[in-house]
């Protein structure tokens, strides 16, 4: 029998997924940086999240800030932080920025895990503060919780939205085209790469890191892992890098299929066989959507023109073009 | 020659770059006039796209100095120098592929000003009438180019000709004062460089310096007012298309080995 707490449970965890996945989007999908530290800046905003709002003598001490104050900290602090990695990292092109945020990424989770004085270390934080937990009861809790995570969504996309629409985003998908072109009709790529890190940093840090902390209700470092990214990732595929509503789709199709093996009920001794199940799942349904739709389910070019001519093959021209359109065929 | 400062001059002084032990280019020196076309021919491998970029911000010289009137443009990022006034455009007109012909041209009259993530949400009105704007401008001025009905044709979907005309087209949109041409008539049908020598001469005669570098002596001799013969990075003739065309070594080094010389 499905309890309907643990329905609105998955849907929590997938509205979550579903934020992170359209923050990507602005990023990899309209800015073309391909970043897989999006764990990193995801642990950061929720590590800020919950020492900014820990009472100051719980056992991992905070600073007992509200709520929404908490939020905001974390969003300044993930922002910094994206900046200072992109810094170094936006210097470099294509695979290697992937590569080195995948590195921050990585350091980001070490050094929560060294600095147990501050962070729990791998012990972790058992206690988080979340929004109205006081005024309902502990079995309605899960739906005041999708309630408030929906609206954080609807938020999220409010702003892609506009984002996808302004002068800014224009600018954004001008730069990921065609790089050396947009440098050459005036655009500073670096500035405008910079920035853009740093504005999702603050919006994950807002939005994501504090409602993934209010779902999971603790906090330990393991949960930051290259999975985390790879799950994200996964999400903006199936549902189509650089489309609009695509994202959304991706995680909560995602979310839903791979969370849908936990209702099958199997003798405990087969338990570690279904929870095998899940990733291989997430891997079909990337093989599956990718054969029939290589460009996800939505596309960028129906987000966007109003030609309505769909576009084959959308990964292939995601590539960033490179100096090579600079010198042209020859020297 | 008298210089205007509203119609400034492209000089470039004992301009040196190498790749490694590779001397591309050697001790240029070069005047670029506004309203008149300059050309820069030479075999592949002379040098000349690498000038192009030396010029445009994509390399910094080894030694030497660029200047746009009073301005040393040497070691500029690519950004600064466009906006500075001295416009390039590409040799491969890949353009912006995920975006109509009407915004490849738009994000070029939309300027730099609101590019940043705060601009949608603190100035969105602004925003929206500086994109409306852009998209009217960008379809007179295709208008103005006779191929208006490319406008909602996909980027990624032009013809090579096409897509060399739209490219011009987008960067006259940011209102160059020297415009640098990196091989416009390439990939081009005959009449299409007839309409592409007439773009160019009403580009000059609207006071713009205009820099060609081409392979189609034919179309190069014609529109020029003024050639430059490189070889092995160094300029190696200057003078009027008349005395380039007649000059024994150009034709030597220039079309010697090459099946170009019957391009006119």
Known sequence: MISMSFLATVATLALVYAMATQLLNLEAGWGGMWDLGVAGLIAVGAYSYVLLTSAPDAMVPGLGLPILGGMIGAGIITALVAALIGWPALRLRGEYFLISTFAFAEIIRQLIIIGKDVTGGTFGITFVKRPFEQAFRFDAYPFVLLGITAVLTVVVYLICSRVAGSVYGMTMRAARDNEPLAMATGTSVKSLRMSTYSFVGLLIGIFVGPAFVWFLGALVPSTFGATLTFTIWAALVIGGLGSRIGPVVGALLLTGVSEAVRLIEVAPQQAHLLSAVQPALVGILLIVVLRFRPGGLFTEQKSFARTGTDVKGELKRMRPVGMAAVNGGEA | ?264
């Not at chain 2, 796209?49 to 200047?67: C, E």
């Not at chain 2, 773009?199 to 430059?228: C, K, M, P, Q």
């Open chain 2, 1 to 264: 020659m008298s210089e205007a400062p509203d119609r400034p001059m492209l000089t470039l002084r004992e301009v040196n770059k190498a790749f490694g032990g590779v001397q591309a280019v050697r001790d240029v020196n070069l005047s670029i006039d506004s309203s008149k076309v300059t050309a820069l021919i030479g075999p592949n491998g002379a040098g000349k796209t690498t000038l192009f970029n030396v010029i445009s911000g994509f390399g910094t010289p080894y030694t030497g100095k660029i200047a746009f009137g009073d301005v040393d443009l040497t070691g500029w990022a690519p950004h600064k120098v466009a906006r500075a006034g001295v416009v390039r455009t590409f040799q491969t007109p890949i353009g912006f592929p995920s975006m109509t012909v009407a915004e490849n041209i738009a994000v070029a009259i939309v300027g730099q000003g609101l590019g940043n993530p705060w601009s949608p949400f603190l100035r969105w009105r602004q925003d929206r009438k500086v994109r409306r704007d852009a998209m009217a401008e960008a379809r007179d001025r295709l208008a103005a180019g006779g191929i208006e009905g490319l406008a909602d044709v996909p980027g990624s979907e032009l013809s090579p000709g096409n897509a060399k005309l739209v490219e011009i087209t987008r960067q006259l949109a940011l209102k160059p004062k020297m415009l640098l041409l990196d091989e416009p008539a390439a990939a081009m049908a005959t009449d299409q460089i007839r309409t592409l020598s007439r773009l160019i001469r009403g580009i000059a005669d609207d006071g713009v310096g205009v820099l060609v570098i081409d392979h189609n002596l034919g179309f190069v001799l014609e529109l020029a007012d003024t050639v430059h013969v490189l070889e092995f990075g160094a300029v190696v003739a200057s003078g009027t298309p008349e005395q380039i065309g007649n000059d024994a070594r150009v034709r030597e080094i220039y079309l010697g080995g090459t099946e170009e010389t019957d391009a006119a």
